[in-house]
Structure formats: C-alpha cells, structure tokens
C-alpha cells in the first residue's frame, strides 16, 4: 500500500464548478499535511497547510481528519488557472529523520 | 515565500560523465535541504536529505557512491550525479524547510528543478 494515496484522475471541470480531491495517508503517526500545486514541468508550490481545525484561502478548503487518516481540498468556482496537478503531501518523523511524502497527484483540467 | 534556486535548470551530458547540481537558499539558512527526483508522470520520490555540516541521509535503493552530496554551508547544498547513465535522466528538484514559526511546524518551498537529460 503507497503511504499517500490519491485518486490520479485526470478530474475534467468546467470553469465555475466545485471540486473535491481526497487524499489518504498510511502513517498514523503522521504530524503535518499540505497540498502542493504542480505545474505541467514546474516545481511544486505550496498551496496551502492542512490543520485539524480545517482552514480555508479563498477558494480553497483544506479538511483533515485524522481517525480516518483522509485529507481533502475543496476548490470552489474553478477558474482556467487552477488547471495543474495537486499534491497531496504528508510530513512524517520516520526512523529520526523528517521526510515529506508525496502523493502521485491529481490533475485538474478546468476548461471554459 | 521563501526562495530556493537551482543551477543549471537543464543540462544535457554524455553517458559516464558528471553533473553537479547546485541548490541555493536565496534569503533565509537552511540547516536541511531535501533531494527529489521525479520522473514523468510520476510522484516526486525523495533521495536524501542533506544536512549542512554532516553527511547526508539517503533513501533506501538511492546509491550514496552515485549520488554525492554535498552541504558544505548553510545556503548552498549540492547534488553531484557521477557517471550518469540514460537512465539517470530526470527532474532533480531540491527544497529547504523554513520554520512556520509554530511549533515543530516547518514548510518546505522548492526550487525550480533540474532537468537532465544523459545520451
């Protein structure tokens, strides 16, 4: 079993519409969680940190909870832009090392 | 956000020689980097972490005698990739963690990555 798991889509939407990726994560001992936004040949950027009380950017809402070890984000009235591929990522304390595990991604194609 | 840069951002070498990759933490220090491969449509897989004065931490199936690592300050780590085979050839991406300022709280922005490519 991959240690984050998402669903790779790709997720075909039109511009306006809301839509929900999710994300889970093996490890329970697990402390922080994000979602990176990838572009096509382009480095991750940091969309936003995922807390237990949920938190919301704008568009944008981050759940996590952690009894079922499931992290989702929430994009509201899609725009062209938010076309790329969204990384689930968790950080974990592992054999005394902090890594950063990465989901496979799933990508978002909003078209007009 | 914080700003990591990486240099070259592509490069194209022969099969058997050697390729440094430099990654630089441009305005804050950076006591621990991070080194990431990723191959077409596939996730970003970490290499080894890489700890500014002391030897760097490799992941499991990552050869440390290939892959050289160095972090000999606290803005500047760098990823040596000797005798490089086609199958070296992938986006090398390097990141810094920079304190959130809660606590244990660390974000971790990257740089822009690396393409090599190994005919």
């Known amino acids: 079993r991959k240690e984050v798991e998402q669903d790779p889509g790709p997720f075909n939407v039109p511009e306006g519409a809301t839509v929900a990726f999710n994300c889970t994560y093996s490890n329970s001992a697990s402390q922080s969680f994000f979602w990176y936004r990838q572009d096509c040949r382009k480095e991750p950027k940091l969309l936003m940190s995922?807390?237990?009380s949920g938190n919301e950017d704008g568009r944008f809402t981050a759940q996590l909870n952690r009894a079922s070890q499931y992290i989702s984000l929430l994009i509201r009235d899609s725009k062209l832009s938010d076309s790329a591929t969204y990384l689930c990522?968790?950080?974990?304390?592992?054999?005394?090392?902090?890594?950063?595990?990465f989901g496979a991604g799933t990508r978002l194609a909003v078209h007009p | 956000g914080a700003v990591v840069s990486q240099h070259p951002s592509w490069v194209i070498c022969k099969s058997g020689t050697s390729v440094k990759i430099e990654c630089r933490s441009l305005d804050f220090q950076a006591t621990t980097m991070f080194w990431y491969r990723q191959f077409p449509k596939q996730s970003l897989m970490l290499m080894a972490t890489s700890n500014e004065g002391s030897k760097a931490t490799y992941e499991q199936g990552v050869e440390k005698d290939k892959f050289l690592i160095n972090h000999a300050s606290l803005t500047l780590s760098t990823l040596t990739v000797t005798s490089a085979h086609p199958e070296d050839s992938s986006f090398y991406i390097c990141?810094?963690?920079?304190?959130?300022?809660?606590?244990?709280?660390?974000?971790?922005?990257f740089g822009p990555g690396t393409r090599l490519t190994v005919t």
């Open positions: 995922v807390y237990s």
């Open positions: 990522v968790v950080h974990t304390f592992s054999g005394g090392y902090n890594k950063l595990i």
């Open positions: 990141s810094a963690r920079v304190p959130t300022g809660r606590s244990d709280s660390y974000e971790q922005y």
